[in-house]
């Protein structure tokens, strides 16, 4: 019942931008982290942020620090991902997950229970 789509995905020069989001329903739990992953061919899968929509912390992978922002729209039920300065190795497929927070929520080697289907992020040289 409870569904995470992915939407916002394209094709963009190196240097670029794309706005992400993520439209969560049928979620019931009084706590939600949202998180964003990514799976770049031939590597493995990578987390890229996290929102705790509890009180609105975000946490990020290094890699993305100072580019990428997460943010929420809660009535619209919907997190985002702001992709700046996007690089042609970061092409590949962009997922987003959501589960109660645990007290260790700002780390992305947690499993998830809820996820989307994905959206193609592809960045030209």
């Known amino acids: 019942q409870v569904q995470l789509v992915e939407s916002g995905g394209g094709s963009v020069q190196a240097g670029g931008s794309l706005r992400l989001s993520c439209a969560v329903s049928?979620?019931?739990?009084?706590?939600?982290?949202v998180a964003w992953f990514r799976q770049v061919p031939g590597k493995e899968r990578e987390g890229v942020a996290i929102?705790?929509?509890?009180?609105?912390?975000?946490y990020y992978a290094d890699s993305v620090k100072g580019r990428f922002t997460i943010s929420q729209d809660n009535i619209k039920n919907t997190v985002y991902l702001q992709l700046s300065s996007l690089k042609p190795e970061e092409t590949g497929m962009y997922y987003c997950?959501?589960?109660?927070?645990?007290?260790?929520?700002?780390?992305?080697?947690?499993?998830?229970?809820?996820w989307g289907q994905g959206t193609q992020v592809t960045v030209s040289s």
């Open positions: 049928g979620y019931t739990a009084s706590s939600k982290c």
């Open positions: 997950a959501a589960d109660p927070c645990r007290i260790n929520w700002a780390r992305f080697d947690l499993e998830y229970t809820y």
């Open positions: 929102i705790n929509t509890n009180v609105g912390n975000e």
